[in-house]
T-cell receptor, first 112, second 112 residues
């Protein structure tokens, strides 16, 4: 079946550090891939997306590249800020489906 | 453009009671999906409605039901509440299947 596996948290970094959150997926066909972010007490916000192999999604300094050969969609940011502290979810959605399949989430804390 | 609106934001119910949650999607969106978020199970798909018809359903007991009205607003009902139903319930709207999903802030249900 379809599934998403992302690195366990929590992840704690100092401000301006480099961030990588690993995400791999299992899916039939060619799903769309997403990163969502959840701030405390809030719902989910779409951070970035990629819809086909080798696409790079980017937003607010975050990037992720759809790697078909390694079935991965790792999230990166060159210099994190305290305001990036949140829970990050990797997710997939098959092209014609409504259901989004989420990873377990990675809690990120940034120290000033 | 207004976002996805979920009401109420917080609810406290007693075991055995029933509850109804409401979701108003983004104007023009016809697809509404519901998700349950718990610390133990993460984000799980409940069901999706499109043009007043349930199009997809997750693996939840029959106590969980929903409906969609002609104006695309959706309600979710849980009957005979159990302690394990305590969760954040998130609603997402999309213009069409497979397109970007926008989430509401969620309804935090506590069953005591």
């Amino acid at each position: 079946g379809n599934s998403v596996t992302q690195m366990e948290g929590p992840v704690t970094l100092s401000e301006e550090a480099f961030l990588t959150i690993n995400c791999t997926y299992t899916a039939t066909g060619y799903p769309s891939l997403f990163w969502y972010v959840q701030y405390p007490g809030e719902g989910l916000q779409l951070l970035l997306k990629a819809t086909k192999a080798d696409d790079k999604g980017s937003n607010k300094g975050f990037e992720a590249t759809y790697r078909k050969e390694t079935t991965s969609f790792h999230l990166e940011k060159g210099s994190v800020q305290v305001s990036d502290s949140a829970v990050y979810f990797c997710a997939l959605r098959r092209s014609s489906a409504s259901k989004i399949i989420f990873g377990s989430g990675t809690r990120l804390s940034i120290r000033p | 453009k207004a976002g996805v609106t979920q009401t109420p934001r917080y609810l406290i119910k007693t075991r055995g009671q029933q509850v109804t949650l409401s979701c108003s999607p983004i104007s023009g969106h016809r697809s509404v999906s519901w998700y349950q978020q718990t610390p133990g199970q993460g984000l799980q798909f409940l069901f999706e409605y499109f043009s007043e018809t349930q199009r997809n359903k997750g693996n939840f007991p029959g106590r969980f039901s929903g409906r969609q009205f002609s104006n695309s607003r959706s309600e979710m009902n849980v009957s005979t509440l159990e302690l394990g139903d305590s969760a954040l319930y998130l609603c997402a709207s999309s213009g069409q299947a497979g397109s970007e999903a926008f989430f509401g802030q969620g309804t935090r249900l506590t069953v005591v």
